[in-house]
């Protein structure tokens, strides 16, 4: 009976291969490249946009903005980590799977990466506006 529930449950989360060391679960591996995504992400924001708050001073305006921006980028790992839960339940190859899984990786940590010195040229440039 609990072999039953054990392989019930198994089919019920497909990518869920407990027991299987050889099987990648790239959901996991997409929900981690979220979530320290998301980490460095938001210390990029504080450190660069407080630096900047500090030098400049700027109005309280842009702590909004941090907070805006962080609320912006949370439902967008999200949609990451839903897509990959169904991915290894597509039929795709294996190798198709970790091409796709390295293009929404290296997207997702370019984001990353990138978007805390676009918010930074904005406020330099909202700062030189007004």
């Known amino acids: 009976m609990v072999a039953a529930a054990s392989r019930n449950s198994a089919s019920k989360h497909p990518g869920h291969h407990h027991g299987n060391p050889d099987v990648v679960r790239w959901d996991k591996k997409m929900s981690n490249n979220c979530a320290a995504a998301l ?6 924001q504080i450190y660069f946009v407080l630096g900047m708050i500090e030098t400049q001073g700027v109005s309280i305006a ?36 970790a091409a796709k899984f390295r293009m929404d990786q290296l997207l997702l940590w ?9 918010f930074c040229a904005l406020i330099k440039a909202a700062g030189t506006l007004f």
């Open 39 to 44: 980490l460095v992400y938001t210390m990029m």
């Open 110 to 118: 370019s984001l990353t990466l990138g978007l805390p010195f676009v």
């Open 62 to 97: 842009p702590y909004f903005g941090l907070i805006v921006l962080v609320a912006i980028i949370i439902p967008f790992c999200r949609n990451f980590e839903k897509r990959w839960q169904t991915m290894s339940s597509s039929g795709l190859s294996h190798q198709s799977i």
